[in-house]
């Protein structure tokens, strides 16, 4: 059984540029969420895709986007990146969206200078 | 928003003892789920519970849904080394957002020199 998969593993860029981050979901696993851990903090939800389409958006600006495709992989998208960006991004996956429990990638950290 | 209290922030361990660390919330949760991380990993689940007042075991590790569905706690038998880490506690809604996690801030365990 593959695990999640994330890819790069470690990023640095600079303020205002966009960014692209890919993850490979468990498989077996057709939702995929995505969340932001910024240095000593627990993790928070960014969304969640399930089917192709976003199924639930926690507390984040619209330049934070994302993509699933139909193998279930998916793409987290940030534009116009702020230093504040910088943290440890997750994925997890699951089956289904709902008292399943979710599984997390390795993260890429992303360093915005 | 929902917010997840847990506590204590850091504990030092030595090989042998036990160790008791917990989360509370001012929501309720249908889910709660406990997870370790070791440095430049992701998150990885040690335990899940379904039911308001489950206790459940695995391995060394035993943890309970509050009966209250807003608490839960961990504890470990007769620590060893690699049990060194962060621990989160986290809270799943099912009926919001399908499965967003919310997580507390983490126990970090270290070893008493």
């Known amino acids: 059984e593959t695990g999640v998969t994330q890819s790069p593993t470690h990023l640095i860029k600079t303020r205002g540029q966009q960014v692209t981050l890919r993850c490979s979901s468990q498989s077996g696993h057709n939702t995929v969420s995505w969340y932001q851990q910024a240095l000593g903090q627990g993790p928070q939800f960014i969304f969640q895709?399930?089917?192709?389409?976003?199924?639930g958006r926690g507390n984040f600006p619209p330049r934070f986007s994302g993509l699933q495709f139909p193998n279930y992989s998916s793409e987290l998208n940030v534009n116009a990146l702020e230093l504040d960006d910088s943290a440890l991004y997750l994925c997890?996956?699951?089956?289904?969206?709902?008292?399943?429990?979710?599984?997390f990638g390795n993260g890429t950290r992303l360093t915005v200078t | 928003g929902q917010q997840l209290n847990q506590s204590p922030q850091s504990m030092f361990i030595q090989e042998g003892e036990d160790v008791s660390m917990n989360c509370t919330s001012s929501s309720i949760f249908n889910t709660w789920l406990w997870y370790k991380q070791d440095p430049g990993e992701g998150p990885v689940l040690l335990i899940a519970?379904?039911?308001?007042?489950e206790l459940t075991s695995n391995g060394r590790l035993t943890a309970q849904f509050g009966i209250t569905r807003k608490d839960s706690f961990l504890n470990i038998s007769a620590s060893i080394p690699s049990d060194v880490g962060i621990y989160f506690c986290?809270?799943?809604?099912?009926?919001?957002?399908?499965?967003?996690?919310?997580f507390g801030a983490g126990t970090i365990l270290r070893v008493k020199s």
């Open positions: 519970l379904y039911k308001a007042g």
């Open positions: 986290a809270g799943q809604d099912a009926m919001e957002y399908g499965n967003k996690l919310v």
């Open positions: 997890a996956s699951s089956y289904g969206t709902v008292n399943s429990p979710l599984h």
């Open positions: 895709y399930y089917r192709e389409e976003e199924n």
